[in-house]
């Protein structure tokens, strides 16, 4: 069954947020993750560590696109045909606005720009978009000037508490030179992601969204992304601390379920410390 892609409702998007009694916008946190719930401008997991225990990413990755940094490494790691998904529009128009600036600001402005998405109460506010508003794609530059009142980016933590997921200097002239055209996204939540794909792919990202899932949900999810990862190719599930201990049980169920087509491992980051970070990952093997 195919289902179909979510169309832009401003009107929507406006009734996911609330004003407060001195006239300051705020999320509605009750509604959860949603179709405009605000995004990330910088992902809290270390990507370096993830990208090397895969050693090769493949040239076609499929990826969540959350604060757009996952895009931005694999592409700068040499894939050539990257795709995204977000349940989120609003993690489009974050995505958009970074690759934009790739091409436009300096290092230390892209820095700047990422606290100002952060902490802007007004996406009005963020003072750099007027210079890269003709550099974001249509549906993006429409919705962020609907949404010019609205705090679309402000989901996590100020940047400043991951000062280490930053681009190195090296990074970003690498993204410069690589990033060229904005990201193919597809609006879907990870239930029903598999009815909009046609293609397979090398990797698969889902980090850090099972944690919200049963484990009959993580399963099906799973299964479902199997014709969409090569034989050989990979899909990282899980990663973090908390996310993955917590749903530990689902993931040796899938050892189980999924032995026939795949194997699937749990690698901790300091294996002498309990609270390090994790990875699943799991291997398509036919």
């Known amino acids: 069954m195919k289902y179909a892609t979510p169309r832009l409702n401003i009107d929507n998007a406006h009734a996911e947020y609330i004003i407060g009694g ?3 916008t705020f999320y509605n946190q009750m509604l959860g993750f949603s179709n405009y719930s605000p995004s990330y401008v910088l992902t809290n997991e270390d990507i370096r ?8 990413d493949g040239p076609r990755v ?4 959350a604060s757009g940094d996952h895009p931005m490494f694999y592409a700068m ?3 050539t045909k990257i795709d995204t998904f977000d349940l989120s529009f609003c993690a489009k128009a974050a995505m958009d606005i970074k690759t934009a ?9 892209y820095i700047q720009l990422l606290s100002d998405m952060h902490t802007a109460q007004r996406a009005l506010d963020i003072r750099q978009i007027g210079t ?3 550099d974001i794609p249509q549906n993006s530059a429409y919705f962020i000037k609907q949404m010019a009142a609205y705090p679309i980016f402000s989901n996590g933590l100020n940047p400043s508490y991951y000062a280490n997921i930053v681009p190195t200097d090296d990074e970003y002239t690498q993204m410069r030179n690589k990033i060229h055209e904005p990201f193919k996204f597809i609006w879907s939540d990870i239930k029903t992601l598999h009815t909009h794909l046609t293609d397979e792919y090398d990797t698969i990202n889902l980090s850090n969204i099972f944690e919200y899932m ?5 399963h099906q999810t799973l299964a479902s992304l199997r014709n969409h990862v090569r034989p050989g190719g990979t899909i990282i599930a899980q990663t973090g601390n908390w996310g993955i201990a917590h749903k530990i049980t689902a993931y040796r169920d ?5 032995k026939r087509w795949a194997r699937i491992g749990c690698i901790r980051k300091d294996k002498t410390n309990i609270n390090s970070e994790m990875i699943v990952i799991l291997q398509r093997t036919r």
Request: hydrophobic fraction near 40%; charged fraction near 25%; avoid cysteine.
């Open 22 to 24: 001195n006239g300051t």
């Open 49 to 56: 560590w993830v990208s090397e225990l895969t050693k090769n």
């Open 62 to 65: 499929l990826t969540v696109a």
């Open 77 to 79: 790691r040499g894939a």
């Open 101 to 109: 600036a790739l091409k436009k600001l300096s290092r230390a402005e």
């Open 132 to 134: 890269l508003i003709d």
């Open 214 to 218: 049963t484990p009959q949900q993580i």
């Open 254 to 258: 899938a050892v189980k379920k999924f």
